[in-house]
């Protein structure tokens, strides 16, 4: 028999860890036990649910509501199918309603792996794509973009491709409208890109949002593919990770997808409650197919701690996951002052993702663009950037405006 095991770190200042833990792993499996006849518990004992381990955190003189358990529980892979709502609902399903719990990491077996090829190009895929095989990456964002029709659209898009991102993505605020319906956006911002990269020689992927019910997703995506989108952002929590998943594995969605971690502040932030970050921005985002995986960074405007963001780089990166790694893109109140400090944490498997850094530049988002090109040539060189900046207008203007990465 094959298990996935899911951990949870219980809060209680009174409870019997191990009752409680053995009672889960009953009423999400089987419902009751002892109560059962002999022979029907022969029957049924291969559904049943079982403890890995209670750890028991209980330090001397803890305060009223310190003392926790971490409980790792193992649940039958006969028991539910090979999808993503199907174990969450019974690893976390009614007991995320049952007090102080939260789950911290589902362990994956390799049947239930076997289900999910995962991101279809991941990151050596995507540097394939770009032809950019050694440095950091960098995305922009449109903003803004309500009320904008096609001709303002183009032209912001231009200014951003002239700075040389590598990424151009929509807002996830950006829906179906009569000003700029999806196939004419991806139609125009083709053109344009086409057009930059004759003048800059760079490759670049425009990410249109992928909105509307969730039975018309795939004639969505097709669409905006066939009229020149060359990626796909997608709210993934929103729309549930088995329509991610059903997209990443459809053979005529050719193109990369992009996970907007929208509604994430609902699920992760409070540490009694809810799915710890690493798992629902990380290693669930992977699994479902995601090639890059948007989330807080620990720098800028929304702001999630440091230690959270390189737990959730690291699953969306190790090795030791049968799948493609997904590009880790810490976002919010990005800055080229930060550069520095966003390569130190994430090497350079990562990308550098920035709005209003770009847009906000005194020089426009074309120059917003070059100072963040600039930032990750010196950053990558071991150049402070205040030094760089001496010879480098675009980036000594950024600095002046935002500061550096102290």
């Known amino acids: 028999m094959s298990f996935c095991t899911a951990t949870y770190r219980i809060y209680d200042d009174?409870?019997?860890f191990d009752k409680k833990a053995k009672s889960i792993a009953v009423g999400m499996t089987v419902g009751s036990w002892t109560e059962l006849p002999q022979l029907q518990q022969e029957q049924m004992r291969k559904h049943l649910g079982h403890v890995e381990s209670v750890k028991v955190h209980e330090p001397e003189g803890a305060a009223p509501g310190e003392r926790y358990a971490d409980v790792v529980i193992a649940y039958p892979d006969i028991n539910y199918t090979k999808d993503i709502p199907a174990l969450l609902i019974t690893a976390f399903g009614?007991?995320?309603?049952?007090?102080?719990?939260?789950?911290?990491?589902?362990?994956?077996?390799?049947?239930?792996?076997s289900a999910f090829p995962g991101p279809k190009f991941g990151i050596p895929g995507i540097r394939s794509l770009l032809d950019n095989h050694n440095r950091p990456l960098l995305m922009s964002i449109f903003k803004s973009v309500v009320g904008?029709?096609?001709?303002?659209?183009?032209?912001?898009?231009?200014?951003?491709?002239?700075?040389?991102?590598?990424?151009?993505?929509?807002?996830?605020?950006?829906?179906?409208?009569?000003?700029?319906p999806i196939e004419r956006r991806a139609e125009a911002c083709l053109k344009a890109a086409e057009k930059a990269q004759a003048i800059t020689g760079k490759k670049l992927l425009y990410a249109v949002n992928l909105t509307g019910k969730t039975s018309e997703l795939r004639s969505q995506a097709l669409r905006a593919i066939n009229a020149g989108a060359t990626a796909l952002l997608f709210s993934t929590l929103?729309?549930?990770?088995?329509?991610?998943?059903?997209?990443?594995?459809?053979?005529?969605?050719?193109?990369?997808?992009?996970?907007?971690?929208?509604?994430?502040?609902?699920?992760?932030?409070?540490?009694h409650y809810g799915i710890a970050p690493a798992l629902l921005l990380g290693k669930l985002l992977r699994v479902a197919g995601a090639d890059l995986v948007l989330f807080p960074s620990p720098y800028g405007s929304v702001v999630m701690p440091r230690e959270e963001n390189l737990a959730i780089r690291d699953e969306l990166v190790r090795e030791d996951l049968p799948l493609k790694p997904s590009f880790p893109v810490p976002s919010a109140g990005i800055h080229p002052g930060l550069v520095p400090r966003i390569?130190?944490?994430?090497?350079?498997d990562v990308v550098v993702n920035a709005g209003g850094g770009i847009h906000g530049h005194?020089?426009?988002?074309?120059?917003?663009?070059?100072?963040?090109?600039?930032?990750?040539?010196?950053?990558?060189?071991?150049?402070?950037l205040e030094e760089a900046a001496l010879r480098l207008p675009e980036l000594k203007a950024a600095l002046d405006l935002w500061g550096g990465s102290k």
């Open 14 to 16: 009174k409870a019997d």
């Open 94 to 113: 009614k007991i995320s309603m049952d007090g102080k719990i939260r789950l911290l990491n589902l362990g994956l077996s390799e049947s239930f792996l």
């Open 148 to 180: 904008y029709d096609l001709d303002g659209l183009k032209k912001q898009f231009m200014a951003q491709a002239l700075g040389g991102v590598d990424l151009v993505k929509d807002d996830e605020i950006l829906f179906e409208n009569e000003l700029t």
């Open 238 to 271: 929103a729309y549930g990770f088995d329509a991610l998943q059903e997209l990443s594995a459809d053979p005529d969605i050719h193109v990369p997808i992009v996970a907007h971690p929208s509604l994430a502040g609902a699920i992760y932030p409070s540490k």
């Open 343 to 348: 390569l130190g944490d994430f090497g350079t």
């Open 362 to 384: 005194p020089g426009g988002a074309q120059a917003g663009g070059q100072a963040f090109l600039q930032a990750i040539d010196a950053a990558m060189n071991n150049v402070a």
